[in-house]
């Protein structure tokens, strides 16, 4: 019995060497890599050039406000900001540095329904810091759009558009 015994696991090692030995075939499934150079390294550099060239590029971080100070629309509300039915909204753009500072030669007003609201809010975004946008990594400058309505639509609100 004894005898047996050892020949039991003899016999699966050997099937094992067997079955392992035999060569697979290769996979031709495998699609081949492209290996890049080391000198097409997008830099922080190129990010830059190609942000300056389309403000709207897509980023990692889009600019924001560290702070809305000052407030873009002051309370109380100053008069001549509000229409005749009670709201105001503007609607800006302005290019970001890579410090965090508003290009105010960029500034453009896209919509605004008074001329002192735009004044009020060129006025405020010019102090305002921001936190730069981002890709790989790197600050880039790029677009800051921004809009405010008042008086701001509450939730249930049937004008109250999800765009």
Aim: aromatic letters at 4%; a positive charge.
């Amino acid at each position: 019995m004894k005898c047996s015994v050892r020949r039991i696991p003899l016999a699966a090692v050997l099937l094992s060497i067997a079955a392992c030995s035999h060569q697979a075939t290769p996979d031709t499934s495998v699609t081949p890599v492209r290996i890049v150079a080391a000198d097409s390294v997008v830099t922080c550099s190129d990010w830059v050039r190609r942000a300056v060239a389309d403000p709207e590029m897509g980023v990692e971080q889009v600019p924001a406000p560290v702070a809305f100070k000052p407030a873009p629309i002051p309370r109380p509300i100053p008069k001549g900001v509000l229409g005749k039915d009670g709201k105001a909204e503007v609607r800006i753009r302005v290019l970001v540095d890579t410090l965090g500072a508003a290009d105010m030669a960029t500034f453009t007003v896209i919509k605004s329904t008074s001329p002192t609201l735009t004044k009020l809010v060129r006025t405020a975004v010019a102090k305002w810091t921001f936190s730069p946008a981002r890709v790989s990594g790197c600050k880039v400058p790029r677009n800051f759009n921004w809009a405010a309505v008042y008086p701001p639509a509450q939730v249930g609100d049937d004008n109250n558009d999800a765009r």
